[in-house]
């Protein structure tokens, strides 16, 4: 009975490793002729469903080959003025970085003797540094749009890739001009989506532009409130009105909050500090005055 049982796993195995070997080589032999590369890309995504084959090159590779084809023949018809979907084009480069990132992990694994050598790092972070401008425009596509979170997804491959293993050497972090503004309307689009996690998760980068700050804190600030972190909220407040004292938003909100948790003496003290640093503004005489009415005074 074992020695049927192993038999059996022994054909199944042998099945599976042929059947592997078929689609490979047929997404190859699409890979090759130029056509049929949606079809490609299906039959590696097909097999890299399966565990077993996570972590083969030889899938992985046809599968970049296939969706990088795909890219580059719209990107040609582009620049021909051609007749072309330009949400492909853009789905294939967020596509393509995905692709040669995880790839990147596998090209990284030592080998049986223990050593680490990158065979594909450099070739792959070449291509993908030609494209990467496209993720930015991509990002800006859907933001125009609308969409969000299509944006925000875009704006986080861009951003990533200063993390990414893969691009080591490029700095992107340091040499990028558009790596602030791409945080800041991350940070925008989160907003949007009133997610809280990435929100956060560009705050720093953002926030590099001082220019900015008013609005990425008021952003910040109109987060947090919806995501029930008063803490937050508050600190926030505090923090822009101690920057933009005058600015319309962080001053009436920070007075709302204190009335709406019933802390007079807060809110007397606030607006007190307030006039304290000018004493002509109009809003905070307002705010005064209505302290001073609702104490009877």
């Known amino acids: 009975m074992k020695k049927l049982l192993f038999f059996l796993i022994a054909v199944a195995l042998a099945t599976g490793a042929n059947a592997q070997k ?43 080959d296939a969706v990088r084809m795909q890219y580059e023949k719209g990107n040609e018809k582009l620049y021909l003025k051609q007749k072309y979907d330009t949400t492909a084009l853009f789905n294939n480069a967020k596509k393509l970085f995905l692709i040669y990132e995880s790839f990147d992990s596998i090209d990284a694994l030592p080998d049986k003797k223990g050593k680490v ?12 540094n ?39 050497g490029y700095n992107y972090a340091e040499n990028d001009t558009l790596m602030k503004t791409a945080a800041y309307r991350a940070l925008f689009c989160a907003h949007r989506m009133q ?37 937050a909220y508050v600190a926030t407040l505090k923090k822009g009105f101690g920057k933009y004292p005058a600015h319309p938003f962080f001053f009436p909100r920070l007075v709302d909050y204190y009335n709406m948790k019933q802390m007079p003496d807060s809110a007397d003290l606030f607006v007190s500090n307030a006039l304290a640093t000018d004493s002509t503004n109009t809003l905070f005489l307002f705010a005064k005055s209505t302290i001073l009415l609702n104490a009877q005074k």
């Open 195 to 231: 997610d809280m996690d990435k929100t956060y998760k560009y705050l720093e980068m953002a926030e590099k532009d001082s220019s900015l700050l008013d609005n990425i804190w008021r952003y910040l600030a109109e987060t947090q409130i919806y995501n029930a972190d008063t803490t």
């Open 22 to 64: 078929k689609a490979i080589a047929q997404a190859r032999t699409y890979i090759k002729s130029g056509k049929d590369l949606e079809k490609a890309e299906k039959l590696m995504n097909d097999l890299l469903r399966d565990s077993a084959n996570r972590d083969n090159q030889k899938i992985w590779l046809a599968l970049g």
């Open 117 to 128: 050598q990158l065979k594909y790092r450099d070739k792959h972070a070449q291509i993908l």
């Open 130 to 168: 030609a494209m990467r401008p496209n993720l930015y425009n991509g990002a800006s596509f859907y933001l125009r749009k609308l969409d969000y979170k299509n944006a925000w997804d875009y704006y986080d491959i861009y951003l990533q890739c200063a993390e990414q293993p893969l691009f080591t």
